[in-house]
T-cell receptor, first 114, second 114 residues
Framework: GEDVEQSLFLSVREGDSSVINCTYTDSSSTYLYWYKQEPGAGLQLLTYIFSNMDMKQDQRLTVLLNKKDKHLSLRIADTQTGDSAIYFCAESLMNSGGYQKVTFGIGTKLQVIP | NAGVTQTPKFQVLKTGQSMTLQCAQDMNHEYMSWYRQDPGMGLRLIHYSVGAGITDQGEVPNGYNVSRSTTEDFPLRLLSAAPSQTSVYFC?????????????FGPGTRLLVL
């Protein structure tokens, strides 16, 4: 079955890099995602990576995918106080009905210290 | 475009009451889904729909009903509210079930069942 795990909390100083890690169990994932949730708001898609890619960079964000270890990471360069939020890792799988099903991790709360 | 809208933002119910959480999108998306978010459990899929007239169960469907009479609307009905249904509910939509990388979330409905 599918399972997505991530640590609960990460604290970094403003200007440092943040690395949020995630592991998943199903090797047949098609897409892997990072979502950001600010307090009192819904989830916002930050970035995604297709399962046949190893790395994706988008401005301050770098996603690394290690398919062998089923490990996904999100690196935020030059972390700012506005990056404080909960970050969700998620994977997309094709279910038995032929539809994509997205499974979310429990979320990592990133605290940026000024 | 208003994107994905949800009403109400907050609701308090007594055990046994019924209510409908509204979700609407104006992006002509085929795929819509309902999630609940609970502390320490991430997001769990309740029901989803791949188009008008088509719905299916997600991970935690018990106690909830859905219908999809139009492309725009995807209401979630609580038949007889229980304290275990206290949660934050998110509606999401995407253009097509295969393009999960562009899933859009609503702002959420916070429900308290006493």
């Amino acid at each position: 079955g599918e399972d997505v795990e991530q640590s609960l909390f990460l604290s970094v100083r403003e200007g440092d890099s943040s690395v949020i890690n995630c592991t998943y169990t199903d090797s047949s994932s098609t897409y892997l995602y990072w979502y950001k949730q600010e307090p009192g708001a819904g989830l916002q898609l930050l970035t995604y990576i297709f399962s046949n890619m190893d790395m994706k960079q988008d401005q301050r964000l770098t996603v690394l995918l290690n398919k062998k270890d089923k490990h996904l990471s999100l690196r935020i360069a030059d972390t700012q106080t506005g990056d404080s939020a909960i970050y969700f890792c998620a994977e997309s799988l094709m279910n038995s009905g032929g539809y994509q099903k997205v499974t979310f991790g429990i979320g990592t709360k990133l605290q940026v210290i000024p | 475009n208003a994107g994905v809208t949800q009403t109400p933002k907050f609701q308090v119910l007594k055990t046994g009451q019924s209510m409908t959480l509204q979700c609407a999108q104006d992006m002509n998306h085929e795929y819509m889904s309902w999630y609940r978010q609970d502390p320490g459990m991430g997001l769990r899929l309740i029901h989803y729909s791949v188009g008008a007239g088509i719905t299916d169960q997600g991970e935690v469907p018990n106690g909830y009903n859905v219908s999809r009479s139009t492309t725009e609307d995807f209401p979630l009905r609580l038949l007889s509210a229980a304290p275990s249904q206290t949660s934050v509910y998110f509606c999401a939509s995407s253009p097509w079930q295969g393009f999960q990388e562009t899933q859009y979330f609503g702002p959420g409905t916070r429900l308290l069942v006493l």
